[in-house]
C-alpha cells in the first residue's frame, strides 16, 4: 500500500465549478499538509500548507485536514481554465515530503 | 530574485552510461531536495542535502549519489544507468529543513532524463 493515495483522474469541469481534490495517506507520523500545483513542462508551485486539522482558506482554494480520517482535501471555487493543471498532494515529516501521483485538472470553456 | 535553476533541460544517454544533473538553489537557501517524476508514479523523494550534509535518502540504489557545494549548489549523479531512469529529475530549495517554519520548497523547472 502506497503512503499517499491520490486518484490520477483526470478530472474535467466547466468554468465556475467547485473542485474538490482529494488524498488519503496511512502514515500517522506525517505532521505537515501541502498541495502544489504543476504545468505541463514546469516543476511544483506550493498552492496551500498547513500543519494542523481544519480548514485554510487562501483566496479561491481551501484546504482541509482531517487527521483522524487520514485524509486531506483541496477545493477550488469558481474554477477557471488557467487552473488547469496536475495537482499534487504532499505530506512531510521533518526529515522528507512524500507526494501523490497528482491529479490532472482540466477546466473547460 | 532568481528561482531553483537546473540544467540541463534535457539529457540523453545510453543504458551504462553516467548522468550529471546541477541545481543552483534560490539565494539564501541552504537546503537542496532532489526527486525523480517518472509517468505515473508521481514525485519520488531521492536525496536530501543541508550545509553541503546528505541529510535523508529516498528508496533508491546507491548508484543514484549527489553532494551539496560550499555555495549549496548540488550535483546528481546517476551511474550505470538504466532504462527505467528515464524520467523528469526536480531540484527544489528551501530556507531551512521541513518542519522548521521556513521550509517551503521551490522547485526548480527539472531536467529531462532520457535513457536509451
Known amino acids: 500500500q502506497k503512503e499517499v493515495e491520490q486518484d490520477p483522474g483526470p478530472l474535467s469541469v466547466p468554468e465556475g465549478a467547485i473542485v474538490s481534490l482529494n488524498c488519503t495517506y496511512s502514515?500517522?507520523?506525517?505532521?505537515?499538509f501541502m498541495w502544489y500545483r504543476q504545468y505541463s513542462r514546469k516543476g511544483p508551485e506550493l498552492l496551500m500548507y498547513?500543519?494542523?486539522?481544519g480548514n485554510k482558506e487562501d483566496g479561491r482554494f481551501t484546504a482541509q485536514v482531517d487527521k483522524s480520517s487520514k485524509y486531506i482535501s483541496l477545493f477550488i471555487r469558481d474554477s477557471q481554465p488557467s487552473d488547469s493543471a496536475t495537482y499534487l498532494c504532499?505530506?512531510?515529516?521533518?526529515?522528507?515530503?512524500?507526494f501523490g501521483t497528482g491529479t490532472r485538472l482540466q477546466v473547460t470553456l | 530574485e532568481a528561482g531553483v535553476t537546473q540544467s540541463p533541460t534535457h539529457l540523453i544517454k545510453t543504458r551504462g552510461q553516467q548522468a550529471t544533473l546541477r541545481c543552483s538553489p534560490i539565494?539564501?537557501?541552504?537546503?537542496v531536495y532532489w526527486y525523480q517524476q517518472a509517468l505515473g508514479l508521481g514525485l519520488q523523494f531521492l536525496l536530501w542535502?543541508?550545509?553541503?550534509?546528505?541529510?535523508n535518502r529516498g528508496n533508491f540504489p546507491p548508484r543514484f549519489s549527489g553532494r551539496q557545494f560550499p555555495n549549496y549548489s548540488s550535483e546528481l549523479n546517476v551511474n550505470a544507468l538504466e532504462l527505467e531512469d528515464s524520467a523528469l529529475y526536480l531540484c527544489?530549495?528551501?530556507?531551512?529543513?521541513?518542519?522548521?517554519?521556513?521550509?517551503?520548497?521551490?522547485f526548480g523547472p527539472g531536467t529531462r532524463l532520457t535513457v536509451l
Open positions: 502514515n500517522s507520523a506525517f505532521q505537515y
Open positions: 539565494s539564501g537557501h541552504t537546503s
Open positions: 498547513t500543519y494542523s486539522s
Open positions: 527544489a530549495s528551501s530556507l531551512a529543513p521541513t518542519g522548521s517554519g521556513t521550509d517551503t520548497q521551490y
Open positions: 542535502y543541508d550545509e553541503g550534509e546528505e541529510r
Open positions: 504532499a505530506m512531510g515529516t521533518a526529515s522528507k515530503l512524500t
